[in-house]
T-cell receptor, first 116, second 115 residues
Framework: AQSVTQLGSHVSVSEGALVLLRCNYS??????LFWYVQYPNQGLQLLLK??????LVKGINGFEAEFKKSETSFHLTKPSAHMSDAAEYFC??????????????FGPGTSLSVIP | GAGVSQSPSNKVTEKGKDVELRCDPI?????LYWYRQSLGQGLEFLIY????????KSGLPSDRFSAERTGGSVSTLTIQRTQQEDSAVYLC?????????????FGPGTRLTVL
C-alpha cells in the first residue's frame, strides 16, 4: 500500500530564509506527486504537481519541488520565506496512469511558521 | 460555480442527532472524494466516487457514516447518531477524472461540532 511521510510536523523559518519541507513516499511504481497548501479555515489548494517529464517542478508563490526516484522523495522548497507562506502543507501521492480509479493518499502535513 | 462548494460551512449538533453535509463539485468532474480532518491532523480518506463505478467506501469509520452521489454530481455525506469524536472539518474534493488532470480541487469544508 502506498504511504506518504513528511518529516517534521512543524517547521519554523525566519522571513527571507530557505524553506525546505520534506516528503517521502512508498510506491511500487512512479506515482503522481502533489503538494497542497492549506491556509487557516480554508480548503486545500494545489501548489504544484509532478506527473511525467522534468523532475524539477515549479509551482505557485515561488515554490518548487524535485522528484527524486532513487530517494523516493519529493521535497518542497522556496528560496526566501515570506510571512504569507505560514500555512499547513500536505504532500500527496496517487498511482500514475494505471487506472482512472485512484485513491489519493495524503501525508500528515507540516505546519510552517515564518518568524519576522 | 467555478469551484467546489460545501454546505453548511458550520454545523453544530447535539450528540445522537443525524447530520447531512453537502458537496457540489466542479461541473464535469467525474471523481469526488470526502475527507475528514480532525483538529491539527492530516486528511483521513472517507469515500471516493468515480463516475458510475461502485464507490470506494473503505475509509468510512463506522456504519453510522454513509454517502451518496446523485446524478454523478452533488454528493451528500450523512452521519447518523453523531458522537463527539465526529467533530472535525469534513472536506470534499473533485477531480476531472482524466488521467492527465489528476489534481484534486477542494471545497472550503464543513466544520462539524458535536456537543
Amino acid at each position: 500500500a502506498q504511504s506518504v511521510t513528511q518529516l517534521g510536523s512543524h517547521v519554523s523559518v525566519s522571513e527571507g530564509a530557505l524553506v525546505l519541507l520534506r516528503c517521502n513516499y512508498s510506491s511500487s511504481v512512479p506515482p503522481y506527486l502533489f503538494w497542497y497548501v492549506q491556509y487557516p479555515n480554508q480548503g486545500l489548494q494545489l501548489l504544484l504537481k509532478y506527473t511525467t517529464g522534468a523532475t524539477l517542478v515549479k509551482g505557485i508563490n515561488g515554490f518548487e519541488a524535485e522528484f527524486k526516484k532513487s530517494e523516493t522523495s519529493f521535497h518542497l522548497t522556496k528560496p526566501s520565506a515570506h510571512m504569507s507562506d505560514a500555512a499547513e502543507y500536505f504532500c500527496a501521492v496517487s498511482d500514475q496512469g494505471r487506472t482512472s480509479y485512484d485513491k489519493v493518499i495524503f501525508g500528515p502535513g507540516t505546519s510552517l511558521s515564518v518568524i519576522p | 460555480g467555478a469551484g467546489v462548494s460545501q454546505s453548511p460551512s458550520n454545523k453544530v449538533t447535539e450528540k445522537g442527532k443525524d447530520v447531512e453535509l453537502r458537496c457540489d463539485p466542479i461541473s464535469g468532474h467525474t471523481a469526488l472524494y470526502w475527507y475528514r480532518q480532525s483538529l491539527g491532523q492530516g486528511l483521513e480518506f472517507l469515500i471516493y466516487f468515480q463516475g458510475n463505478s461502485a464507490p470506494d467506501k473503505s475509509g468510512l469509520p463506522s456504519d453510522r457514516f454513509s454517502a451518496e452521489r446523485t446524478g454523478g454530481s452533488v454528493s451528500t455525506l450523512t452521519i447518523q447518531r453523531t458522537q463527539q469524536e465526529d467533530s472535525a472539518v469534513y472536506l470534499c474534493a473533485s477531480r476531472l477524472g482524466d488521467l492527465s488532470h489528476n489534481e484534486q480541487f477542494f471545497g472550503p469544508g464543513t466544520r462539524l461540532t458535536v456537543l
